[in-house]
């Protein structure tokens, strides 16, 4: 399959979603980021820049994982992790998701290091979108 993360050497790292709706995530990711759709589904395989995001619906425990459920996130629930994105010009992100439908928590703020701002995907995965500014000059 061209495109699938499956190295011939060394690794990748890729980044694994529960999601609830896997068209509705898969479409979420290639459309905002501008991905690729490399795998439709089992798993959903989207490559967003020189990353992969795969998607499947959550479950119980399995052999490899006898102790694990996979969920989506609930609304309200604590945030532990988020995917942080780095862009070129931050505006200019903006402007186009929120264009494509994507809804953020705030306009983004100059934080002095970087100017950043923050989404959460369809099932509610939190999203940090930055441009590094302040520190570059350090």
């Not at 102790?67 to 532990?80: C, I, M, N, R």
Request: charge should be negative; charged fraction near 20%.
């Amino acid at each position: 399959m061209e495109g699938f993360p499956a190295p011939d050497q060394g690794l990748i790292v890729t980044h694994f979603l529960t999601v609830r709706d896997v068209e509705v995530s898969r479409e979420f990711y290639a459309g905002i980021f501008g991905g690729h759709v490399v795998l439709a589904e089992n798993p959903a395989t989207v490559r967003v820049a020189n990353t992969w995001i795969i998607m499947n619906p959550g479950g119980g425990p399995t052999p490899d994982k006898p102790d694990v459920t996979l969920t989506a996130p609930e609304p309200g629930d604590p945030v532990s992790a988020f995917l942080n994105v780095r862009v070129a010009d931050i505006a200019q992100f903006h402007a186009r998701a929120r264009a494509k439908g994507a809804e953020f928590l705030t306009e983004p703020q100059d934080r002095g290091a970087e100017v950043r701002c923050y989404l959460r995907d369809p099932d509610g995965y939190l999203i940090e979108i930055g441009q590094t500014t302040g520190l570059l000059t350090r």
